[in-house]
């Protein structure tokens, strides 16, 4: 491999003074930082604090990623700290930590694999994971489809037997099981059928959905569901039943199989090990309407694959085979190749277990193989995105005590918490329980509390994608930023986040659109990392660390060959937010809020300031001119409202600036380029109290130096 040599344009040239800064006689826009001693804001080490997320990566690529040239590159940007992502649980698979271990029926190499905590002379180097056989879900990341719907009598879906009394010592009835089925329109419904496996339900309703949204999401309160007038059956015996569900028709599109009591019968696997035996599990789910003469007009397609109706369950049973393994769906990079590659930098690391498809006995087994390497481990994250995969905070809940236990058992010192969820602008809600309680979060503390473990929940992580959903995003997009970011802070501290724990947002980005042809995704960084910081989160991971060849969007463009073609917006943006901004060293800045009166005719906040005090006393505070096309002069004032003074910078101030001077795309189709494409420009200026600071349309830019009197 080749790393081509940088070229820098001539606005990497330092600039002195004189051409940097306006008169005294432009009109004053103020930013004002609330730079009193007891004021602060949050305080934080960027070398723990600012980092960047690790996922699975595609087959073939680790070696090429995480080794040099191509990590040093990665490094240069300046993320400190690195959260790895559970993506296996995402496509609903069964994640092999370690390829080393045994399966709860060795015979035939099936059941419940446990890796081996053991550590042996042989590095793990890959992981790899297999797709669940028992699934119930259509969508989700992958190319996986649901069991329920695919025509195939002999396969079926089966719940997670650890959501089971036998587990959980809970009755079944407080953690109901279900499957949901998506017509994909309203159809007039009279009936079901179900071919129901072992082991299936005794007591179960077959409801529908009033609301005219999705069960999710943006319709998860808009509506509720109702059991059919004659769909509660309370004496199930299995086998394969029609059941006329009202003696008219009721247009519906949702339904939903809500089960509260077990045959526990043992499925196809045998009875020689009890998970085989408890929980639900359906082969064959079709819905439409029943004829007076009893023909039945199924209005379900049945297909192996995404074509088929779609359907959601509540859990998977992690049961799977050998034969199941599939390494082409990529590699969730083994463990030993990860901190010993360097991408850690050895730092403290965030890691996860698998949690919704895995044992109790294999995630402690991860931890504490960990330990026993001495590699550095900071949080441990249960699970991926329980939220996104619709489970409900009290079933989360049971696993998560379950695994905390067995955990703690192998390694007490482990620090716990979660769930992480997906990226959302409000609070993540479900259906209601008894009490009519919606929120996820503040159900999910409650049964910690019910149940005394609170204790186990030591921090509160989260997602963050604000235009995940968007293939393109306008100039006006970026201004929304910090007020989502307070919000959303705001809403899980109102809904139950217990404030004495921190909490963490570890895995984000601007989303769909963020492409390389403006520097539109390397604002929103800057302004969101500032935000987020002010809102007092203990840390914050980049998400897209890791680049890929032929990949226009990543964080560095490289060729086939993995040679560095370029330096995108967000790359270069990370460089002044890391380096710049803050010192790069293992020490506290305290952060205080500023405020800024630079605005639009319609009151839009065109300019953001975010302030630091440094280890080295040098203040410094990063302002992003959102403004697309003009520049702006700008006062800085630092209030103390404990003394009623006002200060200023003075003396030399460093200006450091990326924006839209300093990196222009050039669109030629396959061969578009940048160029420039960074570096920041440097200069210097003069601080004083009637100093106007310039700047640049569209840009990022790091004032720092010490305040006078």
Same mark, same amino acid.
């Given at each position: ?11 990497? *040239? ?46 073939? =690529? ?10 040093? #590159?990665?490094?240069?940007? !300046?993320?400190q700290t690195v959260t790895y ?43 790899? $994971? ?18 329920? =719907? ?13 959501? %089971? ?32 496996? #072992? ?14 949204? @999705? ?8 509506? =509720? ?13 299995? !086998? ?25 019968? *043992? ?9 085989? *035996?408890?929980g639900y599990a359906i082969n ?55 901190? %010993? ?16 498809? +895995?044992?109790? #006995? ?97 921090f509160f992580s989260f997602e ?71 809102? !007092?989160?203990?840390? %914050? ?38 380096? @710049? ?5 293992? $020490? ?6 500023? +405020? ?16 630091? @005090? ?28 404990? %003394? ?12 450091? =600036?990326? !924006? ?20 920041? +420009? ?23 130096? +010490?305040?006078?009197?």
């Amino acid at each position: 491999m080749i790393i081509q040599a940088r070229k820098w344009s001539v606005s990497a *040239c330092l600039v002195t003074s004189s051409l940097l800064w306006v008169s005294s006689k432009a009109p004053s826009q103020i930013i004002t930082i609330d730079a009193a001693p007891s004021h602060v804001a949050n305080t934080f080490s960027p070398v723990r604090s600012l980092g960047a997320a690790i996922d699975r990566l595609r087959t073939g =690529t680790p070696d090429h990623l995480l080794t040099d040239p191509v990590l040093k #590159e990665i490094l240069g940007a !300046g993320w400190q700290t690195v959260t790895y992502r559970q993506n296996t649980e995402l496509m609903v698979e069964a994640w092999h930590w370690n390829p080393n271990g045994t399966w709860s029926d060795g015979g035939k190499q099936q059941g419940y694999f446990v890796g081996s905590a053991e550590p042996t002379a042989e590095m793990i180097r890959h992981s790899w $994971a297999a797709p669940l056989p028992h699934r119930g879900f259509s969508r989700g990341d992958g190319n996986g489809w649901s069991r329920l =719907t695919d025509g195939d009598p002999n396969s079926y879906w089966k719940s997670n037997p650890y959501l %089971t009394k036998a587990f959980t010592g809970e009755d079944d009835s407080l953690h109901p099981q279900w499957v949901m089925i998506d017509l994909g329109s309203q159809a007039p419904v009279n009936a079901i059928r179900i071919a129901w496996a #072992e082991p299936y339900a005794k007591h179960y309703s077959v409801q529908f959905w009033t609301g005219a949204l @999705e069960p999710f999401y943006d319709g998860t309160t808009k509506g =509720t569901w109702q059991t059919f007038p004659l769909g509660a059956i309370t004496e199930g015996k299995g !086998g394969t039943v029609t059941l006329k569900l009202v003696s008219w028709m009721i247009p519906a599109r949702y339904l939903r199989i809500w089960m509260t009591e077990s045959s526990n019968t *043992c499925d196809t696997h045998g009875s020689a090990d009890k998970r085989n *035996c408890v929980g639900y599990a359906i082969n064959e789910l079709y819905v439409g309407a029943l004829s007076p003469d009893g023909q039945f007009n199924d209005y379900v397609t049945h297909f192996p694959s995404r074509n088929q109706t779609v359907t959601w369950p509540s859990s998977v049973d992690p049961w799977h085979a050998v034969s199941d393994m599939d390494e082409s769906r990529g590699d969730q990079v083994g463990f030993d190749f990860f901190f %010993t590659s360097g991408v850690t930098r050895g730092l403290p690391t965030m890691v996860p277990i698998a949690m919704l498809y +895995s044992t109790p #006995e294999d995630a402690a087994n991860e931890i504490a193989y960990l330990y026993k390497r001495h590699y550095p481990i900071s949080w441990i994250e249960m699970g991926e995105e329980a939220d996104g995969q619709h489970m409900l905070p009290e079933d989360y809940g049971a696993l998560y005590l379950q695994f905390a236990t067995a955990i703690h058992r192998l390694v007490p010192e482990t620090k716990l918490g979660g769930p992480p969820f997906e990226g959302t602008f409000d609070d993540v809600e479900v259906w209601p329980d008894a009490a009519g309680k919606v929120s996820w979060l503040g159900r999910f503390v409650d049964y910690l509390k019910a149940h005394s473990r609170l204790n186990d929940f030591t921090f509160f992580s989260f997602e963050h994608y604000p235009y995940q959903d968007k293939p393109t995003y306008s100039w006006a997009d970026l201004y929304p930023e910090p007020d989502y970011v307070r919000h959303i802070v705001q809403v899980w501290k109102d809904n139950g986040l217990p404030p004495n724990i921190p909490f963490f947002m570890t895995e984000g980005n601007i989303g769909g659109g963020a492409g390389p042809s403006t520097v539109k995704s390397a604002l929103w960084l800057a302004d969101y990392v500032g935000s987020m910081m002010t809102a !007092g989160a203990g840390a %914050t991971y980049f998400f897209h660390y890791m680049p890929s060849p032929d990949r226009i969007n990543g964080f560095l463009m490289l060729d086939e060959k993995y040679n560095v073609l370029g330096y995108p917006p967000q790359y270069l943006a990370t460089q002044v937010i890391t380096k @710049e901004w803050v010192q790069p060293v293992d $020490a506290p800045h305290k952060l205080f809020k500023a +405020s800024s009166d630079v605005t639009d005719a319609a009151g839009t906040l065109l300019v953001t300031a975010y302030a630091v @005090e440094r280890p080295d006393g040098q203040w410094s505070v990063m302002l992003v001119n959102r403004d697309q096309y003009n520049d702006h002069a700008v006062k800085i004032v630092f209030n103390d409202a404990e %003394t009623g003074h006002d200060r200023h910078f003075s003396g030399r101030v460093d200006r450091i =600036t990326f !924006g839209s001077a300093e990196y222009t795309w050039h669109p030629q189709g396959e061969r578009g380029h940048a160029d420039p494409d960074g570096p920041p +420009s440097k200069s210097t200026v003069s601080g004083g109290t009637e100093t106007l600071y310039k700047l640049s349309m569209a840009s990022i830019t790091v004032l720092r130096g +010490s305040i006078g009197d």
